[in-house]
């Protein structure tokens, strides 16, 4: 299965500790975006990213997140001292190109972040 | 601040009914649209993308564009109770950079 592939599915942190979340777009993909999804809230855009680039992370909280997309391996995002706010599902997503129907996403099956 | 507004129901149909789902946006200048289909505890599933207006079908479902009114809509045809989730209204901004969604809808299929 060439899909989005993200991990871990489920990651519990205390308060203060750090949380990386990994994903690997689709093949053929290359640009990654990340969202997340708080309970009972919709899906926000939080950053999207090429490889090595950061194009847009107007949806990026300013302090404690952080993402990468580096040459080789997958996109990464990064949140330093976790609080409780930052429990939520974080989805990654994928595709082709930006513009035309070569810019319609796919998710990957998300991070379940606890902070604790 | 870009907004897509959904209802966010429930909306409860019986089973083979049609199920109509709405969606305004407030950025004129967006140029694609997007739904997607999300069960309970799962990711976001697209369903069917839509770029001019008009209708566009695929099987049971057809999408429903009219910018100059700032709606979407989708159809479901032949409602199963499969089709039971939460359906999300996306809106790609006017840079390509990001998917601006709404709530979503919960939709409920009765057997």
């Known amino acids: 299965n060439a899909g989005v592939m993200q991990n871990p599915r489920h990651l519990v942190r205390r308060r203060g500790q750090e949380a990386r979340l990994r994903c690997s777009p689709m093949k053929g993909h290359s640009h990654v975006y990340w969202y997340r999804q708080l309970p009972e809230e919709g899906l926000k855009f939080m950053v999207y990213?090429?490889?090595?680039?950061?194009?847009?992370e107007s949806g990026m909280p300013k302090e404690r997140f952080s993402a990468e997309f580096p040459k080789e391996g997958p996109s990464i995002l990064r949140i330093q001292q976790v609080v409780r706010g930052d429990s939520a599902a974080y989805f990654c997503?994928?595709?082709?190109?930006?513009?035309?129907?070569?810019?319609?996403?796919?998710f990957g099956p998300g991070t379940r972040l606890l902070v604790l | 601040q870009k907004e897509v507004e959904q209802n966010s129901g429930p909306l409860s149909v019986p089973e083979g009914a049609i199920a109509s789902l709405n969606c305004t946006y407030s950025?004129?200048?967006?140029?694609?649209f997007f739904w997607y289909r999300q069960y309970s505890g799962k990711s976001p599933e697209l369903i069917m993308f839509?770029?001019?207006?008009g209708d566009k079908e695929d099987g049971r479902f057809t999408a429903q564009l009219n910018k100059a009114s700032q709606y979407v809509s989708l159809l479901i045809r032949d409602s199963q109770p499969s089709d039971s989730a939460t359906y999300l209204c996306?809106?790609?901004?006017?840079?390509?950079?990001?998917?601006?969604f709404g709530k979503g809808t919960t939709l409920s299929v009765s057997s």
């Open positions: 997503a994928s595709s082709p190109l930006t513009r035309g129907e070569g810019e319609t996403q796919y």
């Open positions: 990213l090429q490889k090595e680039n950061i194009i847009d």
């Open positions: 996306a809106v790609g901004n006017q840079a390509g950079t990001a998917l601006i």
């Open positions: 839509i770029y001019s207006n």
């Open positions: 950025d004129r200048g967006s140029q694609s």
